[in-house]
């Protein structure tokens, strides 16, 4: 097993992960795990949400990360925590690849 599936695997272990997905710098999904609801059924379009997060999220993280660099320059996005009622999408983001990390903030508390 690479290192990489031994990091999602033991990511996924943790409480409430619902799936993790690696997109690449083109916003290509290269690695996801099964995504699933937050009563942990597997969702039923399994690419198509896939698809969802790997061009939505990385836009994001990079309007975050140019309005962090517009307040300091010097300064550069490593993490972004998004919540919202259903999902906590935690996100690092690389100039190689963007790490995406959904779980249910129910379950984490």
Request: aromatic share 2%; with cysteine.
């Amino acid at each position: 097993m690479s290192e990489v599936e031994a990091t999602l695997q033991r990511i996924n272990g943790h409480k409430g992960v619902l799936g993790t997905i690696i997109v690449n710098d083109e916003g290509e999904p290269i690695r996801a795990t099964t995504i699933c609801d937050a009563d942990g059924t597997p969702v039923e379009d399994q690419e198509g949400t896939v698809a969802k997060y790997a061009e939505l999220i990385p836009q994001l993280a990079s309007m975050a990360r140019s309005m962090v660099r517009d307040l300091d320059p010097q300064n550069n996005l490593q993490f972004l925590r998004i919540r919202s009622k259903q999902h906590e999408i935690m996100v690092h983001s690389d100039a190689e690849f963007t790490l995406i990390v959904i779980q249910n903030p129910a379950a984490a508390e």
